[in-house]
């Protein structure tokens, strides 16, 4: 059993910059898959990075490509997504999202666990 407990979140203005921790109770090795995701009331949960523990094969959506970037603290079991030149549009509940079975690929939806969320609000 893996927990998610997320972190970091709060408000910026635009151009503002955030880092969002994940931190994971429990085992997690090099072979699990870890991503970040937002949601707006009334959309679409929405993938915003994910990659494999180790560090491997990251993949970002298209909205924040060039500005965030996923990466872990190995010992520390943590999970980061530091978000640059944040943007109104990046107003979200942000979640964090593990997944043991199967592979990292871009656009993956299905994870066995997932933590409660930490809301983002930037401001033009």
């Known amino acids: 059993q893996v927990q998610l407990q997320e972190s970091g979140g709060g408000s910026v203005q635009a151009g503002g910059s955030l880092r969002l921790s994940c931190v994971a109770s429990g085992y997690i090795d090099s072979d699990y898959c870890m991503g970040w995701f937002r949601q707006t009331p009334g959309k679409e949960r929405e993938g915003v990075a994910l990659f494999y523990f180790g560090g491997k094969n990251a993949y970002y959506g298209d909205s924040v490509k060039g500005r965030f970037t996923i990466s872990q603290d190995t010992p520390k079991n943590t999970v980061y997504l530091q978000m640059n030149t944040l943007k109104p549009e990046d107003t979200a509940l942000y979640y964090c999202?593990?997944?043991?079975?199967?592979?990292?690929?871009?656009?993956?939806?299905?994870?066995?666990?997932w933590g409660r969320g930490t809301q983002v609000t930037v401001s033009s």
């Open positions: 999202a593990a997944e043991r079975r199967g592979l990292c690929y871009e656009g993956r939806t299905e994870f066995a666990y």
